[in-house]
């Protein structure tokens, strides 16, 4: 066991789909997987493992956040030795063409969090996406004509700003979303050499002010997790 997780070795696949809400974690689970077994419970933070088309996938709450986030994905690297992570999560819309239940898959992730301010002083570090499995996802949705877009996106410290129109110069400079965790996962995937993804559905428009339900931000986000789970299949 780790500090956060109460799984015994060998109860975590090497691929792990990360969505920030335990509940969506439950419902993948429960939803895709064969034979899902619950492994972890501490904190609420729900963790499954189970098989998706023959091959051992779990599924791992994070909580929202950077901080949060990398906590679960520290220790499911280290003491679990998972290889591929996958956030499977929501973000709010930058861009007018970027709408309401469209997929984004973050090539990058600009961030206003300081998590790598302590790492690399006075320098900006860029933490981008593994390639394969960005490939794997890209050509999966196509083949299966599932329309995404793909670029940079933005990991937040903050939901709620005080400036709510600050959105508009990340939006210029060519930002699709914002959501609250890739930027760490990215960073602590290249840390320890391992590969990462994350695949986003927006659930609001900072644009339009459109939003989904936080049911439909729990239960309906399915594309996203098809794409996720069909990426992993040969890793």
């Known amino acids: 066991m780790s500090i956060h997780i109460e799984a015994r070795p060998g109860e975590i696949a090497e691929s792990v789909l990360l969505p920030g809400d335990p509940m969506r974690a439950k419902w993948i689970a429960e939803t895709f997987l064969d034979n899902a077994l619950c492994y972890n419970d501490v904190r609420a933070m729900l963790g499954y493992t189970g098989t998706f088309k023959g091959k051992r996938v779990s599924v791992q ?93 933005l990991s937040s410290d903050e939901f709620y700003e005080d400036d709510f129109d600050s959105y508009k110069q990340w939006a210029e400079f060519g930002v699709l979303c914002v959501e609250m965790e890739a930027a760490g996962l990215y960073t602590i995937a290249a840390k320890y050499n391992v590969n990462a993804l994350a695949i986003l559905t927006i659930s609001d428009s900072l644009v339009t002010k459109e939003k989904t339900t936080s049911e439909e931000r729990e239960t309906s986000f399915s594309k996203m997790v098809e794409i996720a789970l069909h990426t992993v299949l040969d890793n």
Request: glycine fraction near 8%; proline fraction near 2%; charged fraction near 15%.
């Open 61 to 153: 709450g994070t909580g929202m956040g950077i901080p949060s986030a990398l906590i679960y994905c520290h220790e499911l690297i280290n003491d679990y030795g998972v290889k591929n992570l996958i956030r499977v999560g929501s973000a709010g819309s930058y861009q007018a063409n970027v709408k309401i239940r469209d997929i984004v898959i973050a090539m990058a992730a600009s961030s206003t969090s300081g998590i790598n301010n302590s790492r690399f002083i006075n320098s900006d570090y860029s933490p981008t996406a593994n390639f394969e499995l960005f490939m794997k996802a890209a050509e999966y949705a196509k083949s299966n004509n599932i329309a995404i877009k793909a670029g940079n996106v």
